[in-house]
């Protein structure tokens, strides 16, 4: 009883020592680019929070905003299919990507835009390139580990995989740092409109009058002449330019797909060589994102109404930005000290570098 008590308090010792050591900067280093990618116009820490899930749960829906989206369409992007007219009728779904069309905005639309649009900060900017430098030394790490170029990398403590997980960030990082345009008021409230509802009345029809029809008819036009004028009017691309954008869209769904499996070539190749617990753990991140990118670019590929899409597709991806995050955590602690593998996992995490 007392050696098991003995090993309790022992246990929570080590916890509370674990705790108290500094965060890696690695991670910190990291915490830019998972912001920068989740960015989102949204109202409320909440809803911008949601969004950095689903972004970090499903890399396409990412990718798509930054490296397919030019500085003209940052805010319609983020407007449902409605807000869209061609040929005095609404579209139906979003104008961009595998559905791309021109957009033909009015100097008051244009006057909208620019105020939901302004010039990222350079602590936003410094901050995204300090992700890039921990990101890029990773990779470089990971490549001079996995070729040999470096000592025994089988060491006590591992080197950290997680900047080499987040590579497929780079774009990102690389549009926010050069371009560095930000949406930061929900464009949505700007171009929001509702339709005309009938107005109730007591009297029947039998009972208006003349006067009181036109009157109501006058209304009806008014409204319909403010919501006409927030409605953004779109055309259709020649198709060069058409088959341009899906061409794009396509490499960054490839992109979104593969590039974050290089972690897990660069895990097994790394001494010890075989397919050991460490690229197993990659394998389940790089599924996860794999999966979710592919189901966003389906969704994609049917259409969409709204930047959320659909409402259960979008509580997956965001449930399973929570679970990376998580797996992330562990990650850290555990290439901090390789023994919490067999404690853990097993014996089956057990590595031999002769």
Avoid at 204 to 225: A, L, P, Q
């Amino acid at each position: 009883m007392t050696s098991t008590v003995d090993a309790e308090e022992t246990l929570l010792l080590n916890l509370i020592f674990k705790l108290q050591d500094p965060i890696p900067q690695y991670v910190l280093g990291c915490l830019p680019a998972i912001a920068t990618i989740g960015a989102a116009p949204d109202n409320g820490l909440m809803n911008k929070l949601i969004w950095i899930f689903r972004s970090l749960g499903s890399p396409f829906s990412g990718l798509f905003y930054f490296c397919n989206i030019n500085e003209k369409g940052m805010c319609a992007y983020w407007l449902p299919s409605d807000s869209f007219i061609q040929n005095g009728n609404t579209i139906l779904y979003r104008p961009f990507g595998h559905h791309a069309m021109e957009l033909d905005l009015t100097p008051n639309q244009k006057k909208y835009m620019r105020e939901c649009i302004a010039e990222a900060t350079v602590l936003d900017r410094l901050s995204s390139l300090a992700s890039a430098y921990y990101i890029i030394v990773g990779i470089f790490a990971g490549i001079a580990r996995a070729t040999g170029a470096v000592g025994n990398p089988c060491i006590i403590k591992d080197w950290p995989y997680i900047p080499l997980a987040l590579a497929w960030t780079i774009p990102v990082i690389c549009v926010r740092v050069f371009n560095g345009r930000v949406v930061f008021k929900d464009p949505r409230h700007k171009f929001y409109f509702e339709e005309p509802k009938e107005e109730e009345s007591e009297e029947s029809e039998e009972e208006r009058t003349e006067k009181d029809e036109i009157e109501i008819m006058e209304i009806k036009v008014e409204e319909n002449g403010r919501n006409e004028s927030k409605r953004i009017r779109v055309k259709k691309l020649k198709e060069d330019m058409l088959n341009s954008k899906i061409a794009h869209t396509m490499l960054t769904a490839a992109f979104s797909v593969l590039m974050p499996w290089m972690a897990v070539l660069m895990a097994y190749f790394t001494k010890p060589i075989g397919f050991a617990c460490r690229s197993k753990y990659l394998t389940v991140v790089c599924s996860i994102w794999t999966i979710n990118s592919l189901l966003a670019y389906i969704l994609h590929l049917r259409g969409e109404k709204s930047v959320s899409g659909h409402k259960y597709i979008h509580g997956w991806f965001c449930l399973c930005g929570v679970i990376i995050i998580i797996l992330f955590t562990l990650l850290g602690l555990l290439s901090n000290t390789q023994l919490w593998w067999i404690n853990l996992f097993g014996n089956s995490c057990i590595t031999d570098c002769s």
